[in-house]
């Protein structure tokens, strides 16, 4: 399968069921709401070694918001509801709480019963003089600071998203791939329900699992590292010189597709990109298969 | 939809108690008309002093002709709505748990008093909104009362949670003994607003002419909380700061009254 010349690989990503919610900080200013929001989801591109998954999903206009103030919206990923709550009311209590005018809001519908305590962990900060205001359902966790308040609603709403969605892009030279890469990183962040955890969306180190040392969880995927073609299997055809990946966690797998559907449509306009692929596992640990072939199915021209 | 439409002027008090529509779903016509009230001192049928129109399958009853001699409209109710063409007396919505409760008259005393959840709106109403009843430790637990004009004394008092807006003016004794919940008032407050408050809010849009010296100004700033209060009741308010009050001292100093600038 082609898509504007661009060859499709006939494979499949392998995603993952994580825990995932949504927060979104709001501020005086979008300015300060982004800069609390970066903070927090800054550290959080894979829970190889980071407590979550974390990024900003999109801005929120004041109208948009329920306070009536600029936001940002942030996804974040665990692998259990008991690690994504730890690792947020750390997030919140280390760069948001901190943060001038700030205060945080829940916005998902969830699973019933799988809600997880962000306010309501951090209200301790208050030393007593906390207080606690229900408007309708909701309990928001007002702490006294010394700008006046910080604000965090009670319980975060979660439900089981998909991480580890992915596309990797094979071009001639790496100034061109990185372009190819930008490309679907801008089409991709116009979807929400969606982030792409790493730094710019872009991975220029994708792993593997596994290592020849046994502290290492993952390594350099050397099928994809155009320095040791030859020396090693490798995935890399001639004229490939550069590889990148893009890694998508999502809500549902949906928004995961469809990231990916409109990632490669967006790549594959970029001059100098030969292939596009995806990452798996061969298929024996992550629930989700996300075949590149499907997703185009209407699209392509063979 | 059930209408229950007066035939004649009452003479006496009656008790509307257990004319909700949970209760009204459940009978037939013929069981309607037969439904026995408290008029005076009486035992009387509906029937004998309404005509009614309609059944209550949707959950909506509807009292045409009501008057101060109206009372417990709709007390205790858990679903559906219960509109009200005139006024009503004392203990409306007493203890209610869930459903809608309109009234486009006025409301005498103890309207929503013990409420848990649910919604009232109402004109106006008269003294202890949303309080307790004598010898109750709590006043409106839950819920959301309305107020479109004026209302009387002791309006929310040691309330435990649940919100109570007003359009209009509120008497003396605003949230007295509060011990959770939010007021919010548009118009002028009587005097002793907060007295011996423990907790909860007390949002003003005028400063009253008179705070007990319990209630002491702490700031004047930006308060998170005020703009999604304000959202949510849907009062249009350009400005951003509040005077923050905190008291009452004597009872922790953990309670707030807010007055918009």
Sequence with gaps: ?302 | MLTLQLRAALQAPLDCTGVVPELMQRLTIPELERYTVYYGNQAVQLADLFHLHGDCADGALHWEGSNALFHYVGAAMNSGTITVEGSVGWNAGLGMTGGVLKIHGTAGDYLGANMQGGAIEVASAGNNLGGALAGSRRGMTGGRIVVQGDVGDSVGELMRRGLIVINGQAGAFLGANLIAGTIAVAGQVGSHAGAGMKRGTLLLRKTPEQLDAGLIPTADIPLTFTQLLLRHISWEYPGNSVTCYRGDLLCGGRGELLIIQ
């Design chain 1, 1 to 302: 399968m082609q898509l504007h010349g661009v060859e499709i690989a006939d494979t499949f990503a392998e995603a993952f069921p994580m825990v995932a919610t949504r927060v979104v900080i709001t501020a005086c200013t979008a300015e300060w709401a982004t800069t609390a929001a970066t903070l927090a989801t800054g550290y959080g591109c894979s829970v190889i070694a980071c407590d979550a998954e974390a990024a900003i999903e999109c801005d929120r206009p004041p109208q948009t918001t329920p306070d009536g103030r600029p936001g940002v919206a942030c996804l974040f990923f665990a692998f259990s509801r008991e690690h994504l709550q730890k690792a947020i009311v750390k997030r919140i209590g280390q760069t948001v709480l901190t943060c001038p005018t700030t205060a945080v809001y829940a916005d998902l519908i969830g699973e019933p019963g799988k809600a997880i305590r962000i306010g309501g962990n951090l209200r301790y900060f208050g030393d007593g003089w906390q207080i606690s205001k229900k408007l309708g359902d909701q309990r928001y966790w007002r702490i006294p600071t010394m700008d006046g308040e910080f604000l965090c609603e009670d319980e975060f709403p979660t439900v089981k998203g998909v991480a580890g969605g992915n596309i990797i892009l094979l071009g001639e030279d790496q100034p061109q791939t990185l372009h190819a890469a930008s490309l679907a990183v801008a089409a991709m962040r116009t979807l929400p329900g969606v982030i792409l955890p790493f730094p710019g969306g872009v991975v220029r180190s994708g792993s593997k699992v596994g290592s020849r040392y046994k502290a290492l969880r993952a390594s350099t995927n050397e099928a994809y590292c155009p320095t040791l073609r030859g020396v090693v299997p490798s995935q890399l055809p001639v004229g490939v010189n550069c590889c990148y990946e893009i890694v998508i966690d999502g809500l549902t797998q949906a928004a995961v597709e469809e990231a990916m559907r409109r990632g490669i449509h967006a790549a594959s306009t970029a001059p100098g990109l030969r292939s596009i692929s995806a990452g798996n596992y061969g298929g024996n640990l992550g629930p989700y298969h996300l075949r590149l072939h499907k997703l185009l199915a209407e699209d392509a021209a063979c």
